[in-house]
């Protein structure tokens, strides 16, 4: 997925890689394999976003997953995964949807989380899947 000369708000669906580590409790979604780090961003306390050198969002780690999420961790292995990014030059939005399977039955957990955009990241949105 590249996102260079993408225009403002283009919606995009694409695929995300996803890593879980039970033993540190640490998740790993990355938008972009192939992306050139640039900085990182603290969404929230144990949340990260990494920025490519575009200064689009590339990767977003969870430190302590399944407290912040509050999912056993294992259902984390692996869940379904929709996620959200809407950037505008005010404010950074990321929506996730977890979907996993506890007593035969569907589950959902969502996560939403908004920040002032004080980085200076493009505008953009953007839908990513596991699925």
């Known amino acids: 997925v590249g ?18 580590d039970c033993e540190y409790d640490l998740m790993d979604i ?3 394999e192939s992306f050139k780090y640039q900085k990182s961003i603290e969404i929230t306390n144990g949340i990260i976003l990494d920025l490519d050198e575009h200064g689009f969002p590339a990767a977003l780690e969870i430190i302590s997953a399944s407290k912040i999420l509050g999912i056993d961790k294992q259902n984390l292995i692996p869940p379904d995964i929709d996620m959200g990014i809407v950037i505008s030059a005010e404010l950074i939005c990321i929506q996730i949807k977890f979907t996993y399977f506890a007593f035969n039955q569907e589950q959902d957990v969502c996560f939403k989380q908004n920040l002032a955009n004080n980085y200076g990241i493009p505008s953009m949105e953007t839908v990513f899947s596991t699925a």
């Open 30 to 32: 990355t938008i972009d």
């Open 3 to 20: 996102w260079v000369g993408k225009s403002s708000y283009e919606l995009m669906k694409s695929k995300l890689e996803y890593m879980y």
